[in-house]
């Protein structure tokens, strides 16, 4: 017998905010309340767009059907270009209810399952055995929540709209169908400031409790004057056995970027000041 882990009021708290368990059967009956002729019609309409043209393999049936309740729930109205096509996700453009909306699409056949369950390990919900399908629908309602922290704290990260099964919905970054570009591939012009914000950033995920796992020149873009922190599917809870290796790496990317600008900083700077 495995013993049983009482979850700390930490984890239970985000337990909590990992609103609406899965419910296997209920997505199994929505699945095949959706008839085939009309998911069909529907696959139609999606080869209409330019991302379907560059990478039909992204909507494979159930990802379809994920996007299909999406459409039909009115967070998706008509799917647009591939912004990004990565190991882990492909992020797709589309009109969302209000506006343009970021479709982040995990490969579930291609996610890295290892890496996924080191950082989901630090929550009890995770312990024993999960497929790879859960795994992902796990991670994509996480990231969800991780978002929608950092936007309480105040952090300049993609509004969330909505998730489905393998696709999280978020604010576009970006105009035009075009994304904004990441912090490494524009000018700055004032560096220091711009670390003054990054930091500012990091230290109030760190007060909410969240530690970004990823935080780097690749994940911070720039967007009408503003950086926009983005990709927090790794995020973790600073009680999580990882948090502080996590963070320490963050704060390290953070200083090397901005000490490469010119600004005088240093790892330790940095992890000062987010802790402080
Ligand atoms: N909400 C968004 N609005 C606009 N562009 C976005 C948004 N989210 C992600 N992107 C674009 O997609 C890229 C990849 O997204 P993200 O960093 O979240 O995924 P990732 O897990 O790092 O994926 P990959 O393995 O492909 O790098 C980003 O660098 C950015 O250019
Ligand atoms: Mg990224």
């Known amino acids: 017998m495995e013993d049983e882990h009482e979850p700390t009021d930490a984890e239970r708290t985000h337990d909590e905010e990992l609103a609406g368990e899965i419910d296997e059967d209920e997505t199994v009956e929505r699945e095949r309340a959706v008839d085939d002729a009309e998911l069909r019609e529907f696959e139609e309409r999606i080869k209409d767009s330019d991302a379907y043209d560059v990478e039909a393999e992204v909507f494979d049936e159930p990802t379809l059907r994920a996007l299909y309740k999406l459409v039909s729930d009115g967070h998706v109205r008509a799917v647009g270009g591939v912004v990004s096509s990565g190991k882990e996700a492909n992020v797709v453009e589309a009109d969302g209810a209000d506006g343009e909306v970021a479709l982040k699409i995990y490969r579930v056949a291609a ?111 720039v967007h009408d004057g503003e950086v926009v922190v983005i990709d927090m599917g790794q995020s973790v809870d600073v009680k999580h056995p990882r948090a502080d290796d996590l963070l320490e790496n963050d704060c390290k990317n953070v200083a090397r970027f901005f000490s490469s600008l010119g600004v005088g900083t240093s790892r330790d700077e940095v992890l000062k000041r987010v802790t402080g």
């Open 111 to 221: 996610s890295s399952f290892d890496d996924m369950r080191k950082y989901l390990e630090g929550d009890p919900r995770f312990e024993g055995a999960r497929s790879k399908k859960e795994l992902v629908v796990e991670w994509v309602r996480r990231e969800y929540s991780n978002l929608h922290r950092a936007s309480e704290a105040g952090v300049n990260v993609p509004e969330p709209v909505a998730h489905e099964r393998n696709i999280l919905v978020s604010e576009f970054v970006g105009e035009d169908g075009v994304r904004a570009p990441q912090i490494r591939e524009v000018e700055i012009e004032n560096p220091e400031t711009c670390y003054e914000v990054v930091v500012g950033y990091a230290s109030r995920l760190h007060d909410a409790g969240i530690v970004h796992g990823d935080l780097s020149e690749y994940n911070l873009l």
